[in-house]
């Protein structure tokens, strides 16, 4: 099956390397299924850029722009160039707004199916929505999209049932392939080391974009209330992003700036040290679909606190291997990671849990069946 492509995923405009984690996705998408993809990438960092991954299954190209409409045009006619040499079976999209509508106006161009994915929460979210006229007119595209797709895949379960409901009964509930997931794991021995480091001082890992759907100042402030009141604990985010400032200046303003490690942007070799060096995994995001780093954190069996986006609760289980955690309740936040960082008989449970489920949910051999099952049931959505 050949794809044409439409997402926002700079990475696969990198040099290729082994250790670029949407890179080896995407190959193994190709490798597994019997694909070819040709995938234009809409984005503000790169002028113009095409790369050959995987021998040539990959096919990236970069389209910029600072205007999001104008980044749409380009796209479309850089879109239209690609599928013409291309000849795609199906064009597929990484998200209905933006990105879906130049994959609409694409395949309805070429007279090919449409197909996408739906990975995050933020259709009819009223605190997305509530920032500005803009979004609700992306929202609005996003749902007009969603109507023309023949196919639609949804990591997560929850968004995938409030979507049918809502009519859109092509959505189809696939969990997201997460690679190296086995790398994450630790032995027996080391959730032994993980109790005796919690003895001494525990450590509270964020792994997250600094963008405001992260909503790291609710960590930062719930962290604060926890270490003022017990004097434990010390938190590592790593990540970077354009808030990066602002929140240092709140870090200061909060007294907890000794208490605070940013790490940056990690290769992902030191990105599983962090995992397995730290406690407690914490994410406060205020939209998520299926979290990539809450799929990681169960994997390295880490007790985790987060908020309830959606999905989250198909990760994390409530109560057995972490907190589900109202999203923007800093006060609930801060009772939850509370009782990770000071009370041990919960801790020893939780990390000592047979709950943990990440190898099971999102490990390669399950993925690839489930998107081998989606992507054949297109000629019966025909």
């Given at each position: 099956?050949?794809?044409?492509?439409?997402?926002?995923?700079?990475?696969?405009?990198?040099?290729?390397?082994?250790?670029?984690e949407?890179?080896?996705?995407q190959?193994?998408?190709?490798?597994?299924?019997?694909?070819?993809?040709?995938?234009?990438?809409?984005?503000?960092?790169?002028?113009?850029?095409?790369?050959?991954?995987?021998?040539?299954?990959?096919?990236?190209?970069?389209?910029?722009?600072?205007?999001?409409?104008?980044?749409?045009?380009?796209a479309?006619?850089?879109?239209?160039?690609?599928?013409?040499?291309?000849?795609?079976?199906?064009v597929?999209?990484?998200?209905?707004?933006?990105?879906g509508?130049?994959?609409?106006?694409?395949?309805?161009t070429?007279?090919?199916?449409?197909?996408?994915?739906?990975?995050?929460?933020?259709?009819?979210?009223?605190?997305?929505?509530?920032?500005?006229?803009?979004?609700?007119?992306?929202?609005r595209?996003?749902?007009?999209?969603?109507?023309?797709?023949?196919?639609?895949?949804?990591?997560?379960?929850?968004?995938?049932?409030?979507?049918?409901?809502?009519?859109?009964?092509?959505?189809?509930?696939?969990?997201?392939?997460?690679?190296w997931?086995?790398?994450?794991?630790?032995?027996?021995?080391?959730?032994?080391?993980?109790?005796?480091?919690?003895?001494?001082?525990?450590?509270?890992?964020?792994?997250?974009?600094?963008?405001?759907?992260k909503?790291?100042?609710?960590?930062l402030?719930?962290?604060?209330?926890?270490?003022?009141?017990?004097?434990?604990?010390?938190?590592?985010?790593?990540?970077?992003?354009?808030?990066?400032?602002?929140?240092?200046?709140?870090?200061?303003?909060?007294?907890?700036?000794?208490?605070?490690?940013?790490?940056?942007f990690?290769?992902?070799?030191?990105?599983?040290?962090?995992?397995?060096?730290?406690?407690?995994?914490?994410?406060?995001?205020?939209?998520?679909?299926?979290?990539?780093?809450?799929?990681?954190a169960?994997?390295?069996?880490?007790?985790?606190v987060?908020?309830?986006?959606?999905?989250?609760?198909?990760?994390?289980?409530?109560?057995?291997?972490?907190?589900?955690?109202?999203?923007?309740?800093?006060?609930?936040?801060?009772?939850?990671?509370?009782?990770?960082?000071?009370?041990?008989?919960?801790?020893?449970?939780?990390?000592?849990?047979?709950?943990?489920?990440?190898?099971?949910?999102?490990?390669?051999?399950?993925?690839?069946?489930?998107?081998?099952?989606?992507?054949?049931?297109l000629?019966?959505?025909?």
């Amino acid at each position: 099956m050949r794809i044409l492509g439409f997402g926002y995923d700079t990475n696969l405009l990198l040099p290729e390397e082994a250790t670029n984690e949407s890179q080896y996705r995407q190959r193994r998408y190709c490798e597994l299924l019997g694909q070819e993809k040709a995938i234009v990438i809409l984005n503000t960092g790169f002028p113009y850029r095409e790369r050959s991954l995987a021998g040539g299954l990959v096919w990236a190209i970069g389209v910029s722009a600072r205007h999001k409409w104008l980044q749409v045009a380009r796209a479309y006619v850089q879109g239209i160039r690609i599928g013409r040499q291309f000849r795609p079976d199906v064009v597929e999209y990484q998200d209905p707004r933006l990105a879906g509508l130049v994959a609409y106006l694409v395949a309805r161009t070429l007279g090919v199916p449409l197909v996408g994915g739906v990975f995050n929460d933020l259709l009819d979210n009223p605190v997305w929505l509530g920032r500005s006229a803009g979004r609700r007119l992306y929202n609005r595209v996003g749902k007009f999209v969603l109507s023309r797709s023949l196919l639609v895949r949804c990591d997560s379960s929850e968004t995938t049932r409030a979507l049918n409901r809502k009519g859109y009964h092509q959505v189809r509930y696939v969990p997201f392939f997460v690679p190296w997931l086995e790398k994450f794991c630790v032995s027996d021995e080391a959730i032994r080391d993980r109790l005796q480091r919690w003895d001494e001082e525990p450590v509270v890992l964020c792994v997250a974009r600094l963008s405001e759907e992260k909503n790291i100042p609710l960590l930062l402030q719930a962290f604060r209330q926890v270490y003022m009141g017990s004097r434990r604990g010390r938190l590592v985010i790593v990540g970077s992003g354009p808030l990066r400032d602002g929140l240092e200046r709140l870090e200061r303003e909060l007294g907890i700036e000794q208490r605070l490690s940013w790490e940056g942007f990690v290769d992902f070799p030191v990105l599983v040290q962090h995992f397995h060096r730290a406690n407690i995994f914490a994410l406060s995001s205020s939209a998520e679909s299926s979290a990539r780093v809450l799929i990681q954190a169960q994997a390295a069996r880490l007790p985790t606190v987060t908020t309830a986006t959606s999905g989250s609760r198909d990760i994390v289980s409530d109560g057995q291997t972490g907190y589900v955690t109202p999203v923007g309740d800093v006060e609930a936040f801060a009772r939850a990671l509370d009782r990770l960082l000071n009370d041990r008989v919960t801790y020893r449970r939780m990390l000592e849990s047979d709950a943990y489920r990440a190898l099971e949910q999102h490990g390669e051999q399950v993925i690839t069946g489930e998107l081998r099952m989606f992507y054949d049931s297109l000629s019966a959505a025909r």
